[in-house]
């Protein structure tokens, strides 16, 4: 990435509090077999460790806490949480949605191939293919035309 496309990293660098990156997600969870067998088995995230209200589990160095309590999703914003894949994964990950019948909340309209979809308690999720980088390369090329 070119240095003129970074011109907040002074801001980032003066700042007195430095967030080291993204810990771990809570989500609640109304049923934790079914939302295990959807992260777990649909998505392909490692289970780490279960207990009665709650599981911990991880891909690629994310960390979910699927804990059991009462869902409250508005579903009136566009808050969701996006995980990052491949191509082919993705296109494997369609098709498994449609034997499932994962339900999807939005059609993609940006950069990069993505699915929106649901979880079995109604987060919000996306499976994107690409990164900050390459949405930056696509808003310069579209702020040129």
């Given at each position: 990435?070119?240095?003129?496309?970074?011109?907040?990293?002074?801001?980032?660098?003066?700042?007195?509090?430095?967030?080291?990156?993204l810990?771990?997600?809570?989500?609640?969870v109304?049923?934790?077999?079914?939302?295990?067998?959807?992260?777990?088995d649909?998505?392909?995230?490692?289970?780490?460790?279960?207990?009665?209200?709650?599981?911990?589990?991880?891909?690629?160095?994310?960390?979910?806490?699927?804990?059991?309590?009462?869902?409250?999703?508005?579903?009136?914003?566009?808050?969701?949480?996006?995980?990052?894949?491949?191509?082919?994964?993705?296109?494997?990950?369609?098709?498994?949605?449609?034997?499932?019948?994962?339900?999807?909340?939005?059609?993609?309209?940006?950069?990069?191939?993505?699915?929106?979809f649901?979880?079995?308690?109604?987060?919000?999720?996306e499976?994107?293919?690409?990164s900050?980088?390459?949405?930056?390369?696509?808003?310069n090329?579209?702020?040129?035309k």
């Amino acid at each position: 990435m070119q240095p003129e496309r970074l011109q907040n990293t002074q801001t980032l660098q003066q700042s007195p509090v430095m967030i080291t990156g993204l810990n771990h997600i809570t989500l609640a969870v109304t049923h934790l077999s079914t939302s295990l067998e959807f992260y777990c088995d649909l998505l392909g995230f490692r289970k780490v460790h279960e207990w009665e209200n709650g599981a911990y589990i991880e891909a690629a160095g994310l960390w979910l806490c699927l804990s059991l309590g009462d869902v409250v999703i508005s579903g009136r914003d566009y808050s969701h949480i996006a995980f990052s894949s491949d191509q082919a994964s993705l296109l494997k990950l369609r098709v498994a949605f449609a034997n499932k019948k994962v339900r999807c909340w939005k059609e993609n309209n940006s950069e990069g191939d993505s699915i929106y979809f649901l979880d079995p308690d109604g987060h919000r999720l996306e499976i994107h293919v690409g990164s900050l980088i390459t949405r930056m390369e696509y808003l310069n090329q579209s702020i040129k035309k």
